[in-house]
Every structure is written in C-alpha cells, then in structure tokens.
C-alpha cells in the first residue's frame, strides 16, 4: 500500500499520523463548541458531525454523528463502519468535488480539544505479552516458575473499572491506598510510592454478541484500536491482589489515545502471533494473521524537563491477539456490548529498552533507569509526564495513533477532604 | 417500628414481603406494555409511571418514572429519594384521599412480568463473609493458612461483568469454559462440571462520587439493596483465578431479585458488623451500624421436584460493610456512578446448614448434600433451580425482597454454533 492523496494538503507528508489511508474517529471541541465526532486529517479535524448535517455524509440508520460519541455509529453495524469510511475516502481525496464545500468544515488540530472518542461500557485488561508476564513472574518467582501453568492456555484477563478510563491529556492523581513493606506485619494507608505505567494497546467492541464467538468473529466485531496507558499502582497491587487479582491498584486512571484507528485502517499491517509454545486449544485458533505490524514507544518528561524515551516496542510481541482475547471473553456465555474496550496487557520485547512498564524497565525498582539530565527513575515522579505513541509503518506513509499522554500529579494532602 | 396500615388490604398481612413499610421499586410489564416503574405494596403493584404521569406523584427534576429504570430517580439525589417515599407512604397509607384514584393502577403482582429494575452501569463483587472466607480457604490452603494475609485488612473485591446481570427468572445456561483435572497436565474445553450458586446480597449505588469517599459518605451514597446469586463455574475458576483472579468463572450470569429495597425501609434493622479481630486501619471506621439483620435462605428445587432449603443464614454474618466495601473502592481516586452494583460476597454462617454455596455445603464435593427425595447434589445439576429469600423481622410485619430464582439449562452441544 502507498500513500492515498488528499486536497487537505497536511495528510500528504510522510511524517503524519493522519494521512488519507488512516482517517481516525474522535470527538473534538472548540472554545465555546460542544464537543462532536471529527476524523483526523493531516493537521486538521473534519468536523464530521458538520458534515453528516449538511447532507455531505448519509448513513443508513442516521443521523449518527451528533451524539459527541462513536457509539452509535459502532452500533450501526459494519456495513455502516464500511460505507462511512467509503464517503470519508471519497470525500477526502485528491479532487474530490466536495472539497469546497468541506474546507470551512476542517479545524485545526492544534486548536481543537480532545474528547473521549467514545463511551466505554466495560473494560477488560488483560495479560497476554510473554515477554511481560516472564518478566514479572521472574521478579516474584524466579525464572523456573516465572510464567504461571495456566499462562500459554488462557488469555489471562480481568475485569477492570469503566469509570477509569480517560482521555489523552487529563491529569492523573497519585492514589492512596493500603501498603505493606515487606518486613512490617501490618499495612499502613498512604499514598502510593511505585506508580507505574503500562503501554498497551486497547481493542474496542463494536459489534454486541450474546454468546461465545469465535476468533473469527470476534475479529469482526472489533471496531478499533487506541493506545492504552494503565497506570498502576505497583505497592497497592502487591497487598491487594491475591487471591482475587488486581482492583484498587488499577482503578486511578486508564489513559486512551484520542483517536480510535479503524480496524480498516490497519488491514495492511495484519502480522501473525508468534510460534505457539503449547499447542492452543482448537477454539482459540486464529483463521489468520491478528495481530498489527505497530511500532510503539514511551517517553517520560520530568516536570520542566525534556522528553525522554524510555521503551520502544511493537504490537507485534502479543502473544495472544485482541480476537483470541475477545472470543476467550464469551467462553462462559458473557454478552460483549458496544464500547467495551479491551487492554492487551503490558506489550514488552525481549531487550531492556523494550519493556513497557517501569517495574520491568527498573527491574522492580533495582536498576533504576537513568534520563538525559542524569535524574533517575524506578518508578514514577509527581509532575512526570508519561506519552505513549504508535504507528504502523507504510510505503511512504504512516498510520499513527497520536499520542496518549497524562500528567502525574501530587497525591492529596487528606483523601476524605471534600 | 411496628406494621403501618395501607388501603391495600393484602400489604396488612404479617406474611407479605410487601407492607407499607417496605415499598420497594421495581419494573414491570403486563401482556402487551412496556416495561415500567412500579412499587410493590402487598399483593400488588403499584403502576408509579400511571401515576406520576397522572399527577399523583411529583418529583423535583421530574418526570423520572416514565424511563424503564429507577436510574434517573437515583440520579435526582437523596432529597429526591426522600420526597418519593415520603408521597408514596401518604398515597398508599389507610385512608388516603387518593385511594380511589389509585386503585385503577394496581396491577396484581401474580400477572406482572418483572424486568431488570436498574441498569447496572459497573458490577463489583467482594469477599466479605468471614466464614466463607475461612471456608473456601480451609478447603484450599488447610485451616491454618484459610484466610489469606490481607483479608482482615481489605475489603477484598474484584470488578465483575455488569453485562452478566440478569433478573429474577431469567434461565441460567451451563458454560462451557477451559477446565483442568487435578491429575491432567493440560486442560480441556468442555461445559463445567462444578456449577455453583453464592448467596449475596447487592448494594446499588444512587449517588456518584469522584474521589475518595468516607464510609459515612459511603452509606448516604446506597440506594438500597436486593438479594444476588452470583453462580460461579468452580472448575474454571480453579484453573483460571491466579494470577488475577477470577474471569469467565463468574462471567456467565449474576441474577438480582427484581425488587430494589430502600435503604430508608431498611433503617429499622441496621446492626453493627462483628468485633474487629485486628484493628482496621482509621479510614474504615464505621461511624455506626452499617448493616442490617436480614434472614436470609437458599432453596434448591430439582427440575419437576419440590423446593429444599439448602441454607439459612443473615446479613449479619458479613466482616465488612457495603459501606466499607464502597469506601474502600474509592481508595485509589476510583469514581463510582449511578447505577454501580456491589455483591457483598457469598455470606455463610458459622453451622454447616448456614453456608452460602455448594462449594461449602458439600465441602468441595466430598460430602454431598441429600435433598428430600434422596437425591443428592454437589454441584447443581441441569434444570435445578435455585432460588433466594430475604427478609427483615419487624414486629408483626417483614421487609422482604421476594424471590430471587433462576434455572440452570443444559450447556450448549456446540458453543460456536450460531
């Protein structure tokens, strides 16, 4: 695939995340606007809600794009997910007849706010990146034990907090919570001292099932993909998570990239999960490549300091994809609702520099990881702020994801003071 | 407090669940109508969307009964809440002026369809039963080691799957879900063989909250309160619970009696949680008695069988609170919203017949338990039903929440097959 020219002149560059090929849904507001569906482009924002009530887009069920949420065109089904991005395209292009009328309808980027792109029903996070799970297993059990029985069978996941998730750009609080030293007998309520990232990516649900689903049709119903920062709350979650797994420790904040990336979008870039270690269950196979050929990274700013990056990874390093996950989710008969968002789990390569949180980058807070002005980091500092970033590489072009960042803040001073 | 005398003569019965002291709020539907708001009052039910449309009731922010659901009345605050019961008691108190319009909006209960009282916006489950606890982990892990280390610190939770919550009457389908036998070094897909049952009661959540919250603020954020099965698949719980606890094992259905009890009509019954066997950390002091003596029974009823009473037990087995349990959820910043549904944990008693689940009643299945008919029962067998009663002891009247019940079908031959 080459780059698809646009009039909108900023989407021809190679160094967009926002060309004709990839033409992302968010939701945007200007000063004094309320906030509504836009598609990326280049620098700018179609204001896509403009142009659905100027009669420049149709779709079937409509109007759709009004509501300040994606959800009901994901609602709408895929045939309508295939028909807008038909319009989009047709819209957009180089030549297209409707430019002129189109052009009052693009704002740009750097003046728009963005949204929540869509509301999330349910999340579900999961743990699915080998080189992750060995990681942590090996910093709490020892290499020999470091990947639990169940972890080349099951698609581990676990249920997460809907109200958590967040968009690009919200601040994120410092959480207090029950901590135990190692050596005390007894844990103490205090502000959490090993707050964490976790890079991943989040798969979005837009076909509702009631059910079990195969893989196959699980990757039919994802609409698609943002960029996921679960933030985590590494001394909450070592009291906390047995025997029934992780909760306060990942109910701060969960950060998703703005934009979401349509699964249409990503077509070219489909890759295949790596070599199976124990044979898979039949129902868990895949039907073909389900993973995304995504280049990943996370950068960490100190507060006044300069970006560093601190992991460069790839989606390519799950070890189970989103439509596995996703078909694993309705093996009990769980009914999937549109706008449930599902995390991949930590994405962490083989080397050091490609680990996606800092319990692993640190190892565990024991070889703490040094930034361009000498400062160190084992785990995360007030004022830090932490940006994911992804894109799928082209011939020529790129499909980005745009960045998903947020801005610890200082934990408060008395959590019960309202 | 003793009976308070209602018009309707069949709420005057020490034997109904339904006296003008309870008034609890359901939805419900006759043959041919949409599902709508109704109050329950002795052998009836009051059609609350007939008569707020009507004029009888009137609420600030109104009308908020013509939606389906008492979402919005919750969302309309606790002086709302306050002001609908304080019009109802008038309404259906003996000799009111508005008997006679009313009478035409009293549907028999015995002709109504009840539906899902709320939309569940997010489903937390806890672990909060002391003997439970104790029990579950004396099967697993022997008595000295039966309560894991944090559990008299935490008000262990888990989030839960809202979409796997159904009402009262709603058939209940076997899963299928990867199981392990203890001897076998991988695991099979195939339907469960442990299906099980946990007796619970829910908390709904009426007011939202950002940030920490105290359990006082806690307390005045509840709603009210309904019985909960939360049926659990042991097998697949087995094999998939650790790391991050459990999954699909719960995934499959949550049913909630369809009657929402206030926490107003429950005032009367509130008693103190039991004396703290380590002192808990100051931020879940309880400024008061937060729960509420509410006998509580389970019965069994083979498919065209009679029903037995497996278990008899009272709220007042719980360690923990909802209070504590929804204060500590806020711990981490974590945000609560209408409509959030807290099981409070499977409550057992300390005598074998008082236990709350299979699991415990047949001690893992090594001592089944015999029903009235000879038959035995580890786990539940397909077309079982299972029902739960509760109910609050006054002088000469119960507040109760009527039955909780559902039927477990046949797994699926082929759970692809669509």
Redesign the interface.
Known sequence: MTLKKSWVESANSAETDFPLNNLPYGVFATEGTAPRCGVAIGDMVLDAAAAEAAGLIALEGGPLLQSGAWNPVMGAGAAVWKDLRRQLVTLLSEGAAEAEALRPMLVPLAGATLCMPFAV??YTDF?ASKNHAFNVGTMFRGPENAL?P?WL??P?????????VVVSGSDV?R????L?APDAE????APCKRFDLELEMGAIVGTPSS????VA?ADDMIFGYVLLNDWS?RD?QA???????????K???TTISPWIVTKAALEPFRAPTPPRE?EL???LAEPGPMLYDIDLSVTLTPAGGVENTISRTNYTNMYYSAAQQLC??T???????VGDLLGSGTISGTEKDTRGSLLELSWGGKEPITLDSGETRSFLEDGDTLTLYGAAQGDGYRVGFGACAGTLLPA?DD??A?
Chains 1, 2 share one sequence.
Do not use: D
């Open positions: 029903t349910e743990y639990p169940n069978s099951i581990i996941g676990y249920n997460g907090r809907a109200s958590s609080r959480p207090w919570g029950q135990k007894l844990p103490i309520f059910g079990p689903v195969s049709e709350a909450i009291w906390e998570y047995q025997p029934l797994g992780p909760f306060q420790a109910a701060t904040a124990r269950l039949p129902y694993h989710h093996t009990s008969g769980c009914s999937m609702r408060l959590p019960f309202r």
